[in-house]
């Protein structure tokens, strides 16, 4: 939680300058300790950010170097072939844990595809459920 500044009270009227002065001194200078809503730079964290349980909303784009959820590490791989190998029934993508739903990344294509079926010649889907290669 942000530290609140602490400010002087003014108890009489204008002969107060300097404790007014002061005063917006410290507001400034706790500006300084805050999140900006527009962005406006240096808006970076020094330390973590507690949420208390609250959710994050309305992400556009997550860019992080690591992911724990519920304390378990999250990894990605991406299987990757090119559309030769996706064709070519005795390549490894078609011969070694094929499974069905498993997804490649076509680097040719630069499109996804999924395995209808576990044997080495089954066909790969692309995104609208055609078949895009069929291993021979």
């Known amino acids: 939680m942000a530290t609140a500044p602490t400010v002087v009270t003014v108890s009489s009227g204008y002969f107060s300058a300097e ?50 959820v519920n304390g378990v590490a999250v990894t990605v791989s991406a299987f990757t072939a090119t559309t030769t190998e996706l064709a070519d029934v005795s390549d490894a993508i078609n011969t070694s844990n094929k499974a069905i739903g498993k997804m ?10 999924w395995a209808v079926g ?18 021979v």
């Open 118 to 135: 576990t044997a080495a010649a089954s066909v790969w889907n692309d995104a609208t459920g055609s078949t895009a290669h069929t291993p």
């Open 104 to 113: 490649v990344f076509n680097t040719t294509t630069g499109a996804p595809v």
């Open 19 to 68: 404790t007014m002065n002061a005063n917006f001194t410290v507001l400034a200078d706790a500006f300084e300790d805050v999140l900006s809503l527009s962005g406006t730079t240096p808006n970076s964290m020094s330390a973590d950010l507690d949420m208390n349980s609250q959710d994050i909303i309305n992400v556009a784009d997550l860019s992080c170097t690591g992911l724990t």
